[in-house]
């Protein structure tokens, strides 16, 4: 059987949302043509489909309904602006017209597999992931959510959204508030619902048309032919696993890192973890050592950064890119790591000049380095995806899957057992999975 679709729903707002139509951002604009941001969500649920069809999926389509009535442009579409200037928009026409589509399926896959933290077969996670809806008139939906049985074991919720309607804040906002407003549902204090979203996008100034000349950028990139084509033959099989840097192997990283003449870095937890991850990456890609330097891509929340701040709650994308390059023989040596955090140290404390220095270059600059195969991070440990609780407690497994799509992307998130560690998920082909795990593990050995 492995995943079978049982029913599919749409879900609207309720109360009804208000609808209308708002600006994409110079925030927003960088992510139109990429995809959807697709994280799954494991609950241990010990009972059979019946019981679930009957007990809990009520409570999280009635649950679903709530959350977007705040969330609402969630559950329309982004379209060219009408008036043929060539820019976008996001469009909801409000009331009962917009829905999200929730999948009800079922899955015979091995649960306590897919929800651990080994290496699994990508595919078979995807299958727990619902596609977004793809409309004929040259807009695109925004969001889809799929919930998986696994019949007396447990269950998992997939969430898919569209990258250019939100980020990772945004996105754990929204799926935090449909799991509150669940647990409201099944009897629980109605104060585990979080605030609002802000959805006033005014409060993001573009005084340079920063938004139009990235608009203008990605078009004049377009029209300079299509991308070569991938590697022939049958892609690689794709695995996907998780890997925790402890609180004290984290301090431990610190203190290497400070001792080996890194005093003045800003070596937080995340740093020397991004710096960990990317020296073992770097050492099982194949193409590394043909190349004299390395890349490295992160995003960094602009929300409190800007001036004025804006609210936490800003629903909407908000990440400047951070770029940090450094001397490929050094990652590789003895040394990599504290080389690696020198270089993310740097490039966050250049954020000190003014997070939007040098804003009109951030897309042509991340565009150069795509033929150096850089490695990239998604996800963040200050977002709590483990606190996600539908009424079934904290979640046993948490993976953001979209990390497949670009090779050489690596997750983070909070460690699961709520003791100050990180977990770092990776998608690697087989060959290559094995190799990282050996050098992940080879070099926690000798902190």
Not at 57 to 82: E, K
Not at 353 to 370: N, P, Q, R, T, Y
Not at 409 to 428: H, K, P
């Amino acid at each position: 059987m492995a995943t079978k679709v049982l029913d599919k729903l749409t879900v609207a707002a309720s109360p009804p949302a208000a609808g209308g139509v708002l600006p994409l951002t110079f925030f927003d604009v960088p992510w139109l043509f990429t995809g959807p941001v697709e994280r799954v969500f494991f609950y241990s649920y010990p009972h059979p489909v019946d019981h679930f069809t009957a007990h809990l999926l009520p409570s999280l389509v009635s649950s679903l309904s709530a959350a977007l009535h705040g969330f609402y442009p969630l559950l329309g579409r982004v379209r060219p602006c009408p008036d043929g200037g060539g820019g976008y928009e996001f469009c909801s026409t409000g009331g009962d017209a917009d829905r999200v589509e929730l999948t009800v399926a079922e899955s015979s896959y091995d649960f306590e597999e897919l929800s651990g933290g080994g290496p699994r077969d990508v595919g078979r996670l995807y299958s727990l992931v619902p596609q977004l809806p793809r409309p004929e008139d040259g807009s695109f939906a925004l969001a889809a959510v799929q919930v998986t049985v696994f019949p007396g074991k447990g269950l998992a919720v997939g969430v898919s959204i569209h990258h250019v309607a939100c980020d990772d804040s945004s996105f754990m906002h929204f799926v935090k508030t449909w799991a509150g407003h669940c647990r409201v549902a099944a009897g629980g204090d109605a104060a585990v619902v979080p605030p609002p979203p802000f959805l006033d996008r005014g409060v993001v100034a573009d005084p340079d048309g920063l938004a139009a000349k990235t608009l203008d950028q990605m078009r004049q990139l377009a029209a300079s032919g299509p991308p070569p084509p991938p590697p022939s033959g049958p892609p690689p099989k794709l695995l996907m696993a998780s890997f925790t840097l402890t609180r004290d192997c984290i301090d431990k990283l610190k203190q290497r890192v400070t001792a080996s003449g890194g005093c003045g870095v800003h070596c937080s937890a995340f740093t020397v973890a991004c710096a960990y991850a990317w020296a073992c990456l770097v050492r099982v890609d194949g193409t590394s050592a043909g190349r004299e330097r390395a890349h490295l891509l992160f995003s960094v929340e602009c929300r409190r950064r800007l001036t004025p701040p804006v609210l936490q709650e800003y629903l909407g994308n908000c990440l400047r890119p951070c770029f940090v390059e450094v001397d490929m023989a050094g990652l590789l040596g003895a040394n990599g790591v504290v080389t690696a955090a020198v270089g993310i140290g740097a490039s966050i404390r250049g954020l000190d000049d003014g997070v939007l220095d040098g804003a009109d270059g951030w897309f042509h600059k991340i565009m150069s380095m795509m033929p150096h195969r850089p490695m990239s991070v998604g996800g963040s440990p200050r977002y709590g995806v483990y606190d996600t609780d539908f009424g079934l407690g904290r979640p046993r497994k948490v993976e953001l899957l979209s990390i497949d799509k670009t090779p050489g992307t690596v997750s983070m998130a909070e460690g699961c057992d709520r003791q100050g560690g990180i977990e770092i998920g990776v998608a690697l082909p087989e060959a290559e999975m094995e190799q990282f795990c050996s050098c992940f593990s080879d070099g926690l050995k000798q902190l």
